[in-house]
């Protein structure tokens, strides 16, 4: 080979090598164009439904970009509240009920061709729970609710609180949980409230509940504590002429002036309602039995003779629940 031909072959090696090295940055930087769309960039909101002046951060993350790269801008109205690099986080508290807060983000990921834009509406939202004992036992004239039992029925109630969307207006679907767990039962499109029968064994429910509306303008969650409680026997007197007198409790021990009185015993919050064939009543008089009055609830005294006391026992019970039980004492001086 010939000194000519080794230098044709040097210089076309030669160029073929600067060729490459020129060619390597542009296709580099081609393939670092990647289109990020919307759809990349996700968005998180703690809480998920927040409430008016609770505390609020919005999250940003994507698999497609590397976030802690890119430009970020936050603006709200016309104010600019953050910018800067992998700035994919923002906290705030919410306005009051009724008030929205906008935010548009601008996006422009490391080595991106364009900017993705995301707008997160913020619109706090109350709703509340209501609750109530449905087949809890209260006498009449007494001023407060039935206190749920072991073993009783409990109806739960969500009430939304806004101007655009009130309780029965609207269309909004629930989400009813029961201790973490999802009711599918109860949930659904306007089920607003939620029935369920108390644990035997637990000492509170809780009971969450998540409300959103169709048309997406309105959302919010609530988590309440359902406490148990015990049945109480209250002792009354029954005058022949005014009825019984829940204005004045017996006390657990009481004088009887009378040739004869009758007491009634009220078996405070016991699931009584709608179960009244299923409860059992007892009394005794000085630890003896005696058979069950014609009433259940009420008993008649006729001393034979003054002096002395007569202890009055009862006991009711559900048949059918093992701690659905009351009991009651009373000590009469004669």
Same mark, same amino acid.
């Given at each position: 080979?010939?000194?000519?031909?080794?230098?044709?072959?040097?210089?076309?090696?030669?160029? @073929?090598?600067?060729?490459?090295?020129?060619?390597?940055?542009?296709?580099?930087?081609?393939?670092?164009?990647?289109?990020?769309?919307?759809?990349?960039?996700?968005?998180?909101?703690?809480?998920?439904?927040?409430?008016?002046?609770?505390?609020?951060?919005?999250?940003?993350?994507?698999?497609?970009?590397?976030?802690?790269?890119?430009?970020?801008?936050?603006?709200?109205?016309?104010?600019?509240?953050?910018?800067?690099?992998?700035?994919?986080?923002?906290?705030?508290?919410?306005?009051?009920?009724?008030?929205?807060?906008?935010?548009?983000?601008?996006?422009?990921?490391?080595?991106?061709?364009?900017?993705?834009?995301?707008?997160? @509406?913020? /619109?706090?939202?109350?709703?509340?729970?209501?609750?109530?004992? @449905?087949?809890?036992?209260?006498?009449?004239?007494?001023?407060?609710?039935?206190?749920?039992?072991?073993?009783?029925?409990?109806?739960?109630?969500?009430?939304?609180?806004?101007?655009?969307?009130?309780?029965?207006?609207?269309?909004?679907?629930?989400?009813?949980?029961?201790?973490?767990?999802?009711?599918?039962?109860?949930?659904?499109?306007?089920?607003?409230?939620?029935?369920?029968?108390?644990?035997?064994?637990?000492?509170?429910?809780?009971?969450?509940?998540?409300?959103?509306?169709?048309?997406?303008?309105?959302?919010?969650?609530?988590?309440?504590?359902?406490?148990?409680?015990?049945?109480?026997?209250?002792?009354?007197?029954?005058?022949?002429?005014?009825?019984?007198?829940?204005?004045?409790?017996?006390? /657990?021990?009481?004088?009887?002036?009378?040739?004869?009185?009758?007491?009634?015993?009220?078996?405070?919050?016991?699931?009584?309602?709608?179960?009244?064939?299923?409860?059992?009543?007892?009394?005794?008089?000085?630890?003896?039995?005696?058979?069950?009055?014609?009433?259940?609830?009420?008993?008649?005294?006729?001393?034979?003779?003054?002096?002395?006391?007569?202890?009055?026992?009862?006991?009711?019970?559900?048949?059918?629940?093992?701690?659905?039980?009351?009991?009651?004492?009373?000590?009469?001086?004669?």
């Amino acid at each position: 080979m010939n000194k000519v031909k080794i230098t044709k072959i040097k210089i076309f090696l030669l160029g @073929v090598f600067i060729i490459g090295i020129i060619n390597i940055p542009y296709l580099s930087y081609a393939e670092t164009q990647i289109e990020i769309q919307e759809g990349d960039i996700n968005v998180e909101t703690v809480p998920n439904n927040p409430q008016p002046y609770q505390d609020v951060t919005i999250n940003l993350s994507s698999y497609a970009t590397d976030l802690n790269k890119a430009i970020i801008t936050w603006q709200s109205g016309s104010n600019t509240v953050l910018s800067g690099i992998g700035k994919t986080s923002y906290s705030f508290k919410a306005l009051g009920p009724n008030t929205t807060t906008v935010f548009d983000i601008n996006i422009t990921p490391a080595g991106a061709m364009s900017t993705v834009s995301k707008r997160v @509406v913020i /619109s706090p939202s109350e709703i509340e729970i209501m609750w109530e004992s @449905v087949d809890g036992y209260t006498p009449p004239f007494y001023k407060g609710k039935a206190l749920p039992i072991s073993g009783g029925l409990i109806r739960a109630v969500a009430i939304p609180n806004t101007n655009t969307i009130k309780s029965g207006n609207g269309s909004i679907t629930y989400t009813w949980k029961n201790a973490d767990n999802t009711v599918l039962d109860a949930s659904g499109y306007n089920k607003n409230s939620y029935v369920f029968k108390n644990s035997l064994f637990d000492t509170k429910n809780v009971i969450s509940v998540i409300a959103q509306s169709v048309s997406g303008n309105y959302g919010a969650e609530n988590t309440i504590d359902i406490p148990v409680y015990q049945p109480k026997m209250v002792f009354y007197k029954k005058s022949p002429t005014e009825g019984i007198l829940y204005n004045n409790a017996l006390g /657990s021990e009481s004088v009887m002036t009378e040739d004869e009185m009758t007491i009634v015993a009220e078996p405070y919050f016991l699931s009584i309602k709608g179960n009244e064939d299923k409860f059992t009543y007892g009394w005794k008089i000085n630890g003896a039995d005696i058979d069950t009055p014609l009433k259940k609830t009420e008993l008649t005294v006729r001393p034979t003779a003054r002096g002395g006391y007569a202890t009055i026992d009862v006991l009711i019970a559900n048949a059918n629940e093992l701690y659905q039980t009351v009991t009651g004492q009373l000590k009469l001086d004669l």
